[in-house]
């Protein structure tokens, strides 16, 4: 799999979708799969590697740690969700923790850049 982390956006999303997948009764495997034909590029690859590896038996944090493309964090979270029966839940949590840092990092982005602009 691709050793590149993906951005806070990109893991929020495939956070947010494989939590509201859940919700509705559908399994983390066939949820990376149904993503994988909805997306186009790496995150294609991912997901879709992702669900093979699902399909294997693997546990959800594991198949994410071998990825390399998702933070310690993040995985550890899951890790927690998965033990405790609460994957739901634990994802949902790390897709708003994702989204609140894409959006912090681009409140940021903006305050320093608009002071160098009026420069």
Do not use: W
């Amino acid at each position: 799999m691709s050793a590149k982390l993906l951005t806070h956006r990109e893991t929020a999303y495939i956070c947010r979708s494989l939590s509201g997948l859940l919700h509705t009764g559908i399994c983390v495997a066939e949820g990376c799969h149904l993503l994988s034909q909805e997306e186009h590029g790496v995150l294609t690859v991912l997901l879709s590697q992702l669900g093979n590896r699902l399909d294997e038996g693997m546990p959800f944090a594991q198949a994410l740690e071998e990825s390399h493309c998702f933070p310690t964090a993040t995985i550890g979270l899951i890790r927690t969700g998965e033990y405790a029966g609460r994957l739901e839940e634990a994802l949902l949590s790390a897709a708003i923790f994702h989204e609140t840092r894409e959006r912090t990092s681009r409140q940021v982005k903006n305050a320093i850049g608009y002071p160098l602009i009026l420069l």
